[in-house]
């Protein structure tokens, strides 16, 4: 099935739970998650640690440096990813020690740059870019789609997932080849093909 069918019929699919019952949604994220789950690398306790992790560092940044920073945190097997923009350099500094505090955290990469928060219109632009990496990891079927996470910030995109060397190589080629990404950073756990 061409890729442009498979979106037409997952838009489709989506819209038309969307007038559903309040509980529907609920019960369709659950499966949806737990589908993820089956296919992911990670055991099912680090992909619920890699959402906690998430969420306490998010949290503790907004309460500590407010409006100095616009953080994402991305975690994938407790390895996490900082990436925005932050109003100086001590700021960039505490924000990775903030991350570096948190429970099970097991390394951090602080991609953060020193600038003013990004526009909505640049974040509308990042996310966009996310999707046709994505779209394009799920047309060339080079290795499971679900075990590289992409994220996007600044048209710089990063990659992250438990990859064999093979599978960082092919995503890499994939995410330079789509247009609009002005950079690849690498940010990889790598295993043994098995």
């Known amino acids: 099935m061409r890729l442009s ?38 055991t099912s306790g680090a992909y619920v ?19 100095k920073i616009h953080a994402n945190v991305t975690s994938f097997n407790r ?35 020193i600038a003013g928060a990004s526009s909505l219109s640049s974040r509308s632009n990042d996310a966009y870019l996310t999707s046709k990496v994505k ?13 590289v996470k992409v994220v996007t910030e600044n048209s710089v995109v990063y990659l992250m997932g438990m990859v064999t060397r093979k599978e960082a190589e092919d995503a890499v080629e994939i995410a330079r080849g789509t247009e609009g990404v002005q950079k690849v950073v690498k940010v990889f756990e790598y295993i043994t093909a098995e």
Not at 80 to 86: D, N
Not at 135 to 147: C, I, S, T
């Open 49 to 67: 640690e890699d959402q906690g992790i998430e969420l306490k560092a998010e949290k503790r940044i907004m309460e500590q440096l407010g409006d």
């Open 5 to 42: 069918a498979m979106l037409t019929m997952l838009t489709l699919a989506i819209l038309s739970t969307s007038g559903l019952s309040g509980c529907a949604p609920v019960v369709a994220g659950g499966a949806a998650a737990g589908g993820l789950m089956v296919a992911d690398r990670r």
């Open 135 to 147: 779209a394009r990891m799920l047309a060339e079927n080079k290795f499971p789609a679900n075990v």
């Open 79 to 113: 390895n996490v990813l900082i990436t925005g923009e932050a109003i100086d350099e001590a700021t960039k500094k505490r924000a990775e020690e903030i991350v570096k505090s948190v429970e099970n955290v097991r390394s951090v990469t602080n991609e953060l740059i």
